[in-house]
């Protein structure tokens, strides 16, 4: 099985601060890696899917980088409806596996 | 609009069967599509449980598999996620999502707590 590594657990910012959260997988994935948002009581949110492709919808401040084994989301200029747990997902052979989520935090 | 709504009982026992349904509006599931069930225990992180195509190919977690149904029902646009044998391990809130293809769930509902207790 690929396992998804994410990091930080945790990560505190300001309004306004550029953040970017990190996942490894234990082997190549090539781009098939989505990033979705959970917020507490709503519907997970897909923002970024094949590593880099924004969806539909989701503002231009978030970005997705990476094939292969290592990949990043970025959020440029960190909005208040932006702290949130973000989880990154792979797919490799019909199964799924997500990392174990990062917390974005008000500083 | 697509929208999901899970359901299904919020307590089961022990060894008991969970299931949930969960209803999709908006979106025709003859259309195409695949529909997955992911779950987060409290505490912790997501854990994908299983996904079905609408044709009725299912595909497992395999951590999972032995004690996992799910299946599809077109005439009432929704599909169903059975779980035999439920232990303390399975307490968690339930999430149903679609999308068009396997590798990612583009729409989410939002989730239904299940909490496994005598």
């Known amino acids: 099985d690929i396992q998804m590594t994410q990091s930080p657990s945790t990560l505190s910012a300001s309004v306004g601060d550029r953040v970017t959260i990190t996942c490894r997988a234990s082997q190549s994935i090539s781009n098939w890696l989505a990033w979705y948002q959970l917020k507490p009581g709503k519907a997970p949110n897909l923002l970024i899917y094949r590593a880099s492709d924004l969806k539909s919808g989701v503002p231009s401040r978030f970005s997705g980088s990476g094939s292969g084994t290592e990949f990043t989301l970025s959020i440029n200029s960190l909005q208040p409806d932006d702290f949130a747990s973000y989880y990154c997902q792979q797919y490799d052979s019909y199964s799924l596996t997500f990392g174990q989520g990062t917390k974005v935090e008000l500083k | 609009q697509v929208q999901l709504q899970e359901s299904g009982p919020g307590l089961v026992k022990p060894s008991e069967t969970l299931s949930l349904t969960c209803a999709v509006s908006?979106?025709?599931?003859?259309?195409?599509?695949?529909g997955g069930w992911i779950r987060q225990p409290p505490g912790k992180g997501l854990e994908w449980i299983g996904s079905?195509?609408?044709?009725?190919?299912?595909y497992n977690n395999p951590s999972l598999k032995s004690r996992i149904t799910i299946s599809v029902d077109t005439s009432k646009n929704q599909f169903s996620l059975r779980v035999t044998s439920v232990t303390a391990a399975d307490t968690a809130l339930y999430y149903c999502?679609?999308?068009?293809?396997?590798?990612?769930?583009?729409?989410w509902g939002k989730g239904t707590t299940v909490t496994v207790s005598s």
């Open positions: 079905i195509y609408y044709s009725g190919t299912t």
């Open positions: 999502a679609i999308g068009d293809y396997f590798y990612y769930m583009d729409v």
């Open positions: 908006g979106y025709s599931l003859s259309s195409g599509y695949y």
